[in-house]
Protein backbone atom coordinates (compact mmCIF):
# COMPACT_ATOMS: atom_id res chain seq x y z
CA UNK A 1 0.00 0.00 0.00
CA UNK A 2 1.09 3.35 -0.78
CA UNK A 3 3.87 2.08 -2.81
CA UNK A 4 3.86 5.20 -4.35
CA UNK A 5 5.45 7.07 -1.37
CA UNK A 6 8.64 4.84 -1.64
CA UNK A 7 9.41 4.95 -5.11
CA UNK A 8 9.32 8.42 -5.00
CA UNK A 9 11.35 8.78 -2.03
CA UNK A 10 15.04 10.23 -2.64
CA UNK A 11 17.98 10.43 -0.60
CA UNK A 12 20.38 13.25 -0.97
CA UNK A 13 21.34 16.78 0.31
CA UNK A 14 18.89 19.21 -1.28
CA UNK A 15 16.29 16.89 -0.82
CA UNK A 16 12.41 18.44 -0.57
CA UNK A 17 9.73 17.52 1.31
CA UNK A 18 6.11 18.14 1.82
CA UNK A 19 4.81 19.79 4.84
CA UNK A 20 4.83 16.68 7.20
CA UNK A 21 8.09 15.95 5.72
CA UNK A 22 6.57 12.34 4.90
CA UNK A 23 7.58 13.04 1.44
CA UNK A 24 11.33 13.75 -0.02
CA UNK A 25 12.32 14.41 -3.71
CA UNK A 26 15.12 15.66 -5.80
CA UNK A 27 14.08 17.84 -9.17
CA UNK A 28 16.36 18.68 -11.09
CA UNK A 29 16.24 21.90 -11.57
CA UNK A 30 13.42 24.17 -9.96
CA UNK A 31 11.85 26.98 -12.25
CA UNK A 32 10.55 30.32 -10.61
CA UNK A 33 8.55 31.56 -14.01
CA UNK A 34 7.30 35.58 -13.13
CA UNK A 35 5.10 35.64 -15.93
CA UNK A 36 2.69 33.75 -18.43
CA UNK A 37 4.99 33.64 -20.91
CA UNK A 38 7.53 32.30 -19.40
CA UNK A 39 5.29 29.67 -17.92
CA UNK A 40 4.96 29.00 -21.94
CA UNK A 41 8.66 29.09 -22.60
CA UNK A 42 9.26 26.19 -19.33
CA UNK A 43 6.90 24.10 -21.27
CA UNK A 44 8.26 24.59 -24.29
CA UNK A 45 11.78 24.03 -22.86
CA UNK A 46 10.89 20.71 -21.42
CA UNK A 47 8.70 19.76 -24.50
CA UNK A 48 11.85 20.49 -26.50
CA UNK A 49 14.16 18.38 -24.19
CA UNK A 50 12.03 15.78 -23.39
CA UNK A 51 11.37 16.42 -19.70
CA UNK A 52 9.04 16.18 -17.18
CA UNK A 53 7.69 19.27 -15.79
CA UNK A 54 5.39 19.46 -12.12
CA UNK A 55 4.06 22.23 -10.76
CA UNK A 56 4.20 23.12 -6.89
CA UNK A 57 1.82 25.33 -4.72
CA UNK A 58 3.26 25.64 -0.82
CA UNK A 59 3.74 21.48 -0.75
CA UNK A 60 1.00 21.68 1.71
CA UNK A 61 -0.41 18.46 0.43
CA UNK A 62 0.11 14.92 1.40
CA UNK A 63 0.50 12.96 -1.55
CA UNK A 64 3.49 12.99 -4.00
CA UNK A 65 2.09 15.07 -6.56
CA UNK A 66 4.34 17.43 -7.48
CA UNK A 67 7.50 14.67 -7.13
CA UNK A 68 9.45 14.92 -10.29
CA UNK A 69 13.22 14.04 -11.15
CA UNK A 70 12.88 16.74 -13.81
CA UNK A 71 11.78 20.33 -13.65
CA UNK A 72 9.66 21.92 -10.65
CA UNK A 73 7.80 24.82 -11.45
CA UNK A 74 6.84 27.34 -8.45
CA UNK A 75 4.87 30.30 -8.98
CA UNK A 76 6.28 31.99 -5.89
CA UNK A 77 7.52 34.80 -8.04
CA UNK A 78 4.16 35.18 -9.61
CA UNK A 79 1.44 36.16 -7.07
CA UNK A 80 -0.67 39.27 -6.60
CA UNK A 81 -3.99 40.58 -7.91
CA UNK A 82 -3.92 41.20 -11.82
CA UNK A 83 -7.91 42.49 -11.91
CA UNK A 84 -10.63 43.50 -9.46
CA UNK A 85 -14.14 44.28 -10.99
CA UNK A 86 -15.66 45.85 -8.48
CA UNK A 87 -19.46 45.51 -9.72
CA UNK A 88 -19.55 41.83 -10.39
CA UNK A 89 -17.03 41.25 -7.23
CA UNK A 90 -15.06 39.30 -8.99
CA UNK A 91 -10.62 39.13 -8.61
CA UNK A 92 -8.35 37.58 -11.08
CA UNK A 93 -5.49 36.35 -9.19
CA UNK A 94 -1.91 35.03 -9.98
CA UNK A 95 -1.73 31.67 -9.48
CA UNK A 96 0.67 31.58 -7.30
CA UNK A 97 -0.67 34.05 -4.61
CA UNK A 98 -0.72 32.61 -1.06
CA UNK A 99 -4.01 32.48 0.74
CA UNK A 100 -2.35 34.67 3.41
CA UNK A 101 -1.65 37.23 1.54
CA UNK A 102 -4.90 37.26 -1.11
CA UNK A 103 -7.60 37.46 2.44
CA UNK A 104 -6.18 40.63 3.06
CA UNK A 105 -5.81 41.73 -0.63
CA UNK A 106 -9.40 41.10 -0.72
CA UNK A 107 -10.29 43.21 2.08
CA UNK A 108 -8.38 45.98 0.86
CA UNK A 109 -11.05 46.27 -1.70
CA UNK A 110 -13.65 45.21 0.73
CA UNK A 111 -14.01 42.15 -0.69
CA UNK A 112 -13.59 38.09 1.05
CA UNK A 113 -14.08 34.63 -0.11
CA UNK A 114 -17.06 33.05 0.51
CA UNK A 115 -15.77 30.26 2.82
CA UNK A 116 -12.28 28.90 3.68
CA UNK A 117 -10.06 26.01 5.22
CA UNK A 118 -8.60 25.93 8.53
CA UNK A 119 -5.13 27.17 7.47
CA UNK A 120 -4.43 29.63 5.05
CA UNK A 121 -0.80 28.78 3.84
CA UNK A 122 -1.49 27.42 0.68
CA UNK A 123 -1.07 28.69 -3.04
CA UNK A 124 -4.56 29.63 -4.49
CA UNK A 125 -3.47 27.51 -7.25
CA UNK A 126 -2.50 23.94 -4.99
CA UNK A 127 -5.42 25.29 -3.31
CA UNK A 128 -7.98 24.31 -5.88
CA UNK A 129 -5.14 21.99 -7.80
CA UNK A 130 -6.42 19.18 -4.93
CA UNK A 131 -10.43 20.39 -4.41
CA UNK A 132 -9.74 21.95 -0.70
CA UNK A 133 -12.22 22.99 0.91
CA UNK A 134 -13.80 24.90 4.43
CA UNK A 135 -17.34 23.80 6.13
CA UNK A 136 -21.02 24.83 5.84
CA UNK A 137 -23.87 22.96 4.37
CA UNK A 138 -24.65 26.00 1.65
CA UNK A 139 -20.75 26.34 0.36
CA UNK A 140 -19.04 23.79 -2.09
CA UNK A 141 -14.89 23.75 -2.01
CA UNK A 142 -13.13 26.65 -3.12
CA UNK A 143 -13.01 25.42 -6.67
CA UNK A 144 -16.19 25.98 -6.91
CA UNK A 145 -15.54 29.80 -6.10
CA UNK A 146 -13.47 29.95 -9.12
CA UNK A 147 -15.57 31.35 -12.46
CA UNK A 148 -12.53 31.91 -15.06
CA UNK A 149 -9.35 29.80 -15.38
CA UNK A 150 -5.82 30.58 -17.75
CA UNK A 151 -3.21 27.85 -17.91
CA UNK A 152 -0.85 26.56 -20.43
CA UNK A 153 -1.06 23.51 -21.72
CA UNK A 154 1.23 20.61 -22.59
CA UNK A 155 1.81 21.80 -25.75
CA UNK A 156 2.39 25.00 -24.28
CA UNK A 157 -0.50 26.80 -25.34
CA UNK A 158 -2.52 28.99 -23.36
CA UNK A 159 -5.81 28.00 -22.54
CA UNK A 160 -9.16 30.05 -21.28
CA UNK A 161 -12.03 28.43 -19.81
CA UNK A 162 -15.03 29.23 -17.63
CA UNK A 163 -18.59 28.34 -17.17
CA UNK A 164 -19.60 29.98 -20.74
CA UNK A 165 -16.14 29.34 -22.48
CA UNK A 166 -15.12 25.73 -22.80
CA UNK A 167 -17.27 24.72 -20.45
CA UNK A 168 -16.38 20.67 -19.96
CA UNK A 169 -12.63 22.16 -20.00
CA UNK A 170 -13.50 24.32 -17.20
CA UNK A 171 -15.26 21.45 -15.47
CA UNK A 172 -11.80 19.61 -15.74
CA UNK A 173 -9.63 22.39 -14.62
CA UNK A 174 -11.50 23.43 -11.64
CA UNK A 175 -9.84 20.45 -9.24
CA UNK A 176 -6.90 18.95 -11.55
CA UNK A 177 -4.27 18.33 -9.85
CA UNK A 178 -1.62 20.04 -11.73
CA UNK A 179 -2.68 17.25 -14.95
CA UNK A 180 -3.77 19.17 -17.65
CA UNK A 181 -1.17 22.20 -17.25
CA UNK A 182 0.32 24.70 -14.92
CA UNK A 183 -2.89 27.21 -14.21
CA UNK A 184 -1.25 31.11 -14.29
CA UNK A 185 -4.41 32.83 -13.63
CA UNK A 186 -7.36 32.76 -11.59
CA UNK A 187 -10.77 34.72 -11.40
CA UNK A 188 -12.71 34.28 -7.82
CA UNK A 189 -16.29 35.07 -7.39
CA UNK A 190 -16.20 37.08 -4.33
CA UNK A 191 -18.64 38.42 -1.88
CA UNK A 192 -18.59 41.93 0.85
CA UNK A 193 -16.10 41.05 2.97
CA UNK A 194 -17.98 40.19 6.55
CA UNK A 195 -17.01 38.62 9.87
CA UNK A 196 -17.98 35.60 11.55
CA UNK A 197 -18.22 34.85 15.15
CA UNK A 198 -17.11 31.60 16.15
CA UNK A 199 -18.22 30.00 19.29
CA UNK A 200 -15.27 26.69 20.46
CA UNK A 201 -17.69 23.98 22.57
CA UNK A 202 -17.12 20.64 24.39
CA UNK A 203 -19.97 18.52 23.83
CA UNK A 204 -20.89 15.08 24.02
CA UNK A 205 -20.53 13.06 20.23
CA UNK A 206 -23.67 11.21 20.88
CA UNK A 207 -25.36 14.12 20.86
CA UNK A 208 -23.74 16.12 17.93
CA UNK A 209 -24.85 13.02 15.35
CA UNK A 210 -28.34 12.87 16.51
CA UNK A 211 -29.02 16.73 15.78
CA UNK A 212 -26.16 16.97 12.99
CA UNK A 213 -28.81 18.09 10.19
CA UNK A 214 -29.98 21.09 12.01
CA UNK A 215 -26.51 22.09 13.12
CA UNK A 216 -25.58 22.45 9.54
CA UNK A 217 -28.42 24.41 8.89
CA UNK A 218 -28.60 26.48 11.56
CA UNK A 219 -24.96 27.57 11.17
CA UNK A 220 -23.29 29.52 8.33
CA UNK A 221 -19.81 26.97 8.90
CA UNK A 222 -20.58 24.19 11.43
CA UNK A 223 -17.70 21.29 12.01
CA UNK A 224 -16.60 19.15 14.95
CA UNK A 225 -13.25 16.52 16.34
CA UNK A 226 -14.01 13.65 18.21
CA UNK A 227 -11.44 12.86 20.54
CA UNK A 228 -11.11 9.26 20.51
CA UNK A 229 -11.22 6.74 24.00
CA UNK A 230 -13.57 9.93 24.75
CA UNK A 231 -17.50 10.49 24.19
CA UNK A 232 -16.68 13.90 23.54
CA UNK A 233 -17.03 16.22 20.51
CA UNK A 234 -14.90 19.62 20.32
CA UNK A 235 -17.81 21.62 18.19
CA UNK A 236 -16.58 24.92 16.08
CA UNK A 237 -19.49 27.28 15.08
CA UNK A 238 -19.20 30.48 13.00
CA UNK A 239 -21.98 32.38 12.22
CA UNK A 240 -21.61 35.90 10.44
CA UNK A 241 -22.50 39.18 12.74
CA UNK A 242 -21.85 42.67 11.91
CA UNK A 243 -23.23 44.50 15.10
CA UNK A 244 -20.35 42.85 17.66
CA UNK A 245 -17.19 44.21 17.86
CA UNK A 246 -14.05 42.23 17.33
CA UNK A 247 -13.28 39.69 20.19
CA UNK A 248 -9.89 38.27 19.91
CA UNK A 249 -8.59 38.40 23.26
CA UNK A 250 -5.66 36.57 25.28
CA UNK A 251 -8.00 33.58 25.66
CA UNK A 252 -8.34 32.98 21.98
CA UNK A 253 -4.59 33.11 21.65
CA UNK A 254 -3.57 30.79 24.56
CA UNK A 255 -5.76 27.86 23.02
CA UNK A 256 -4.72 28.55 19.75
CA UNK A 257 -1.35 29.30 19.88
CA UNK A 258 -0.62 27.26 23.13
CA UNK A 259 -2.42 24.70 23.84
CA UNK A 260 -3.22 23.61 20.09
CA UNK A 261 0.61 23.71 18.90
CA UNK A 262 3.31 24.29 22.18
CA UNK A 263 1.05 21.95 24.40
CA UNK A 264 -0.28 19.93 22.11
CA UNK A 265 3.49 19.33 21.12
CA UNK A 266 4.32 18.07 24.57
CA UNK A 267 1.36 16.04 24.17
CA UNK A 268 2.85 14.08 20.97
CA UNK A 269 6.16 14.07 22.03
CA UNK A 270 4.75 12.12 25.41
CA UNK A 271 2.62 9.82 23.61
CA UNK A 272 5.24 9.10 21.09
CA UNK A 273 7.93 7.46 23.83
CA UNK A 274 5.06 6.74 26.08
CA UNK A 275 2.39 4.91 23.52
CA UNK A 276 0.35 3.63 27.06
CA UNK A 277 -0.59 6.82 27.85
CA UNK A 278 -2.16 7.69 24.87
CA UNK A 279 -6.01 7.16 25.38
CA UNK A 280 -4.98 9.42 28.76
CA UNK A 281 -3.95 12.44 26.48
CA UNK A 282 -6.73 11.73 24.29
CA UNK A 283 -9.19 12.15 27.23
CA UNK A 284 -6.82 15.32 28.80
CA UNK A 285 -7.23 16.93 25.76
CA UNK A 286 -10.74 16.49 25.04
CA UNK A 287 -11.58 17.70 28.76
CA UNK A 288 -8.90 21.16 27.90
CA UNK A 289 -11.93 22.31 25.42
CA UNK A 290 -12.55 25.84 26.81
CA UNK A 291 -15.67 27.94 25.38
CA UNK A 292 -13.92 30.38 23.44
CA UNK A 293 -15.77 32.66 21.61
CA UNK A 294 -14.23 35.23 18.97
CA UNK A 295 -14.94 37.33 16.56
CA UNK A 296 -13.06 38.54 13.57
CA UNK A 297 -12.65 39.10 9.81
CA UNK A 298 -13.96 35.99 8.21
CA UNK A 299 -10.33 35.14 6.73
CA UNK A 300 -8.48 35.51 9.86
CA UNK A 301 -11.68 33.90 11.87
CA UNK A 302 -10.94 30.36 9.42
CA UNK A 303 -7.31 30.51 9.87
CA UNK A 304 -5.79 28.53 12.60
CA UNK A 305 -1.96 27.73 12.94
CA UNK A 306 -0.91 24.42 12.35
CA UNK A 307 2.92 24.38 14.03
CA UNK A 308 2.54 20.77 14.99
CA UNK A 309 3.13 18.27 11.80
CA UNK A 310 1.25 15.09 11.06
CA UNK A 311 0.04 13.38 8.46
CA UNK A 312 -3.62 13.16 7.11
CA UNK A 313 -6.09 11.16 5.37
CA UNK A 314 -10.09 12.62 4.21
CA UNK A 315 -12.40 11.08 2.65
CA UNK A 316 -15.86 12.61 1.14
CA UNK A 317 -18.71 10.31 1.88
CA UNK A 318 -22.56 11.09 0.92
CA UNK A 319 -23.65 13.54 3.87
CA UNK A 320 -26.68 11.22 5.08
CA UNK A 321 -23.57 8.43 5.92
CA UNK A 322 -21.79 10.49 8.46
CA UNK A 323 -23.40 9.58 11.81
CA UNK A 324 -22.75 6.04 10.87
CA UNK A 325 -19.63 6.11 9.75
CA UNK A 326 -18.67 7.96 12.69
CA UNK A 327 -19.94 4.81 15.06
CA UNK A 328 -18.00 2.34 13.24
CA UNK A 329 -14.89 4.71 13.32
CA UNK A 330 -15.41 4.48 17.51
CA UNK A 331 -16.43 0.68 16.94
CA UNK A 332 -12.92 0.00 15.04
CA UNK A 333 -10.76 2.41 17.91
CA UNK A 334 -13.10 -0.31 20.56
CA UNK A 335 -11.96 -3.43 18.82
CA UNK A 336 -8.27 -1.80 17.97
CA UNK A 337 -5.81 0.00 19.70
CA UNK A 338 -4.45 2.40 17.37
CA UNK A 339 -2.42 4.51 19.84
CA UNK A 340 -3.82 7.53 18.10
CA UNK A 341 -5.23 10.70 20.45
CA UNK A 342 -5.71 12.97 17.29
CA UNK A 343 -9.00 13.92 17.33
CA UNK A 344 -11.10 13.13 14.09
CA UNK A 345 -12.20 16.08 12.46
CA UNK A 346 -15.71 16.14 10.77
CA UNK A 347 -16.69 18.86 8.33
CA UNK A 348 -19.17 19.54 5.16
CA UNK A 349 -19.64 20.10 1.71
CA UNK A 350 -22.05 21.19 -0.98
CA UNK A 351 -22.39 19.05 -3.81
CA UNK A 352 -20.78 20.24 -7.61
CA UNK A 353 -20.68 19.22 -10.88
CA UNK A 354 -16.78 19.44 -10.92
CA UNK A 355 -15.04 16.28 -12.64
CA UNK A 356 -12.78 15.15 -10.19
CA UNK A 357 -15.01 16.76 -7.32
CA UNK A 358 -14.58 14.06 -3.85
CA UNK A 359 -18.28 16.23 -3.54
CA UNK A 360 -19.32 15.85 -7.20
CA UNK A 361 -23.20 15.54 -7.46
CA UNK A 362 -23.91 14.82 -3.41
CA UNK A 363 -23.78 17.08 -0.38
CA UNK A 364 -20.73 15.29 1.49
CA UNK A 365 -19.34 15.07 4.77
CA UNK A 366 -15.66 15.28 5.03
CA UNK A 367 -13.93 12.66 7.63
CA UNK A 368 -10.04 13.01 8.42
CA UNK A 369 -7.61 11.34 10.41
CA UNK A 370 -4.13 12.92 11.82
CA UNK A 371 -1.51 10.62 13.03
CA UNK A 372 1.64 12.43 14.48
CA UNK A 373 4.31 12.54 11.82
CA UNK A 374 7.10 10.71 13.67
CA UNK A 375 4.71 8.11 13.80
CA UNK A 376 3.97 5.67 10.91
CA UNK A 377 0.29 6.53 9.89
CA UNK A 378 -0.21 3.54 7.73
CA UNK A 379 -1.83 0.90 9.65
CA UNK A 380 -4.28 3.52 11.11
CA UNK A 381 -5.22 4.94 7.93
CA UNK A 382 -5.28 1.85 5.92
CA UNK A 383 -8.18 0.60 8.66
CA UNK A 384 -10.03 3.74 8.55
CA UNK A 385 -10.23 3.89 4.31
CA UNK A 386 -11.60 0.02 4.22
CA UNK A 387 -14.35 2.02 6.53
CA UNK A 388 -14.74 5.12 3.83
CA UNK A 389 -14.23 3.02 1.06
CA UNK A 390 -17.56 0.66 1.92
CA UNK A 391 -19.60 3.74 2.50
CA UNK A 392 -18.93 5.45 -1.18
CA UNK A 393 -15.65 7.66 -0.16
CA UNK A 394 -13.82 9.40 -2.05
CA UNK A 395 -10.54 10.95 -0.96
CA UNK A 396 -9.56 14.41 -0.60
CA UNK A 397 -6.98 14.50 -3.41
CA UNK A 398 -4.13 16.54 -1.34
CA UNK A 399 -4.52 13.52 1.82
CA UNK A 400 -2.88 10.21 1.90
CA UNK A 401 -4.77 7.54 -0.09
CA UNK A 402 -4.81 4.44 -2.02
CA UNK A 403 -7.31 4.95 -4.61
CA UNK A 404 -6.61 3.06 -7.79
CA UNK A 405 -6.90 4.02 -11.03
CA UNK A 406 -10.07 1.48 -11.26
CA UNK A 407 -11.40 2.65 -8.60
CA UNK A 408 -11.37 6.24 -9.73
CA UNK A 409 -13.01 5.59 -12.88
CA UNK A 410 -15.87 3.35 -10.31
CA UNK A 411 -16.06 6.75 -7.95
CA UNK A 412 -16.25 9.75 -10.09
CA UNK A 413 -18.90 9.78 -12.63
CA UNK A 414 -17.03 12.18 -14.98
CA UNK A 415 -13.29 10.40 -14.07
CA UNK A 416 -13.60 9.33 -18.28
CA UNK A 417 -14.59 12.77 -19.04
CA UNK A 418 -11.30 14.48 -17.23
CA UNK A 419 -9.01 11.91 -18.62
CA UNK A 420 -9.97 12.94 -22.57
CA UNK A 421 -9.17 16.77 -21.66
CA UNK A 422 -5.72 15.92 -20.12
CA UNK A 423 -5.33 13.91 -23.37
CA UNK A 424 -6.31 16.93 -25.27
CA UNK A 425 -4.50 19.13 -23.38
CA UNK A 426 -1.24 16.92 -22.05
CA UNK A 427 -1.10 14.81 -25.33
CA UNK A 428 3.12 13.82 -24.20
CA UNK A 429 2.31 13.66 -20.48
CA UNK A 430 4.47 16.58 -19.91
CA UNK A 431 3.20 16.92 -16.57
CA UNK A 432 2.82 13.26 -15.83
CA UNK A 433 5.11 11.57 -12.31
CA UNK A 434 5.07 8.27 -10.74
CA UNK A 435 1.95 9.01 -8.61
CA UNK A 436 -0.43 10.73 -11.59
CA UNK A 437 0.50 7.70 -13.85
CA UNK A 438 -0.48 5.05 -11.36
CA UNK A 439 -3.57 7.44 -10.73
CA UNK A 440 -5.08 8.59 -14.06
CA UNK A 441 -3.20 5.70 -16.08
CA UNK A 442 -0.68 6.17 -19.27
C1 LIG B 1 -1.79 21.87 8.08
C2 LIG B 1 -2.67 21.62 6.89
C3 LIG B 1 -3.99 22.01 6.92
C4 LIG B 1 -4.83 21.77 5.83
N1 LIG B 1 -6.14 22.16 5.90
C5 LIG B 1 -6.98 21.86 4.88
C6 LIG B 1 -8.36 22.23 4.93
O1 LIG B 1 -8.81 22.89 5.87
N2 LIG B 1 -9.16 21.82 3.90
C7 LIG B 1 -8.68 21.09 2.85
O2 LIG B 1 -9.47 20.73 1.99
N3 LIG B 1 -7.38 20.79 2.76
C8 LIG B 1 -6.52 21.16 3.74
N4 LIG B 1 -5.20 20.84 3.62
C9 LIG B 1 -4.71 20.26 2.38
C10 LIG B 1 -4.23 21.38 1.42
O3 LIG B 1 -5.14 22.45 1.37
C11 LIG B 1 -4.13 20.82 0.00
O4 LIG B 1 -3.27 19.74 0.00
C12 LIG B 1 -3.65 21.89 -0.99
O5 LIG B 1 -3.67 21.32 -2.26
C13 LIG B 1 -2.27 22.42 -0.66
O6 LIG B 1 -2.02 23.60 -1.37
P1 LIG B 1 -0.53 23.92 -1.84
O7 LIG B 1 -0.47 25.31 -2.35
O8 LIG B 1 0.41 23.52 -0.80
O9 LIG B 1 -0.45 22.94 -3.09
P2 LIG B 1 0.55 21.74 -3.36
O10 LIG B 1 0.37 20.73 -2.29
O11 LIG B 1 1.90 22.28 -3.57
O12 LIG B 1 -0.05 21.20 -4.74
C14 LIG B 1 -1.30 20.58 -4.77
C15 LIG B 1 -1.66 20.20 -6.21
O13 LIG B 1 -1.96 21.37 -6.95
C16 LIG B 1 -1.12 21.42 -8.11
N5 LIG B 1 -0.83 22.83 -8.37
C17 LIG B 1 -0.28 23.74 -7.54
N6 LIG B 1 -0.21 24.92 -8.15
C18 LIG B 1 -0.69 24.75 -9.41
C19 LIG B 1 -0.86 25.59 -10.55
N7 LIG B 1 -0.51 26.88 -10.54
N8 LIG B 1 -1.38 25.05 -11.67
C20 LIG B 1 -1.77 23.75 -11.71
N9 LIG B 1 -1.62 22.92 -10.69
C21 LIG B 1 -1.10 23.42 -9.54
C22 LIG B 1 0.11 20.60 -7.75
O14 LIG B 1 0.76 20.10 -8.89
C23 LIG B 1 -0.52 19.49 -6.95
O15 LIG B 1 -1.05 18.52 -7.80
C24 LIG B 1 -4.33 21.10 4.68
C25 LIG B 1 -2.98 20.71 4.64
C26 LIG B 1 -2.14 20.98 5.73
C27 LIG B 1 -0.71 20.56 5.68
Given at each position: ???????????????????????????????????????????????????????????????????????????????????????????????????????????????????????????????????????????????????????????????QCSATENPS?????????????????????????????????????????????????????????????????????????????????WLNYL????????????????????????????????????????????????????????????????????????????????????????????????????????????????????????????????????????????????????????????????????????????????????????????
Amino acid sequence: MFSYFNETKITGTQNMKNWSGYIEWQPAQVQYPGSETEVQQVVQNALEQHKKVRIVGSSHSFMPLWTTHDVLVSLDEYQGIVAVDQEQMQVTVKAGTKLYVLGDLLAQHGLAMENLGDIDRQSIGGTIGTGTHGTGIAFGSISTQVVKLRFVNGKGEVRQCSATENPSLFKAAQVSLGALGIITEITIQCVPSYRLALQNLQEPLDLVLRELPDRYRNNRNFEFYWFPYTDKAWTKSSNIVTDQADKVNWLNYLVEYGLENYAFKLLCELAYYFPSVTERISQFSASAIAPVRKVYQSHKVYATQRLVRFNEMEYSIPVEAQAEVMKAIQALFERKRFRIHFPIENRVVKGDDIHLSPAHGRDSAYIACHAYAKKDPLPYFKALEEIFLAHDGRPHWGKMNTLSHEQAAERYPAFGTFLQHRSEEDPDRVFDNVYLHSLLGS
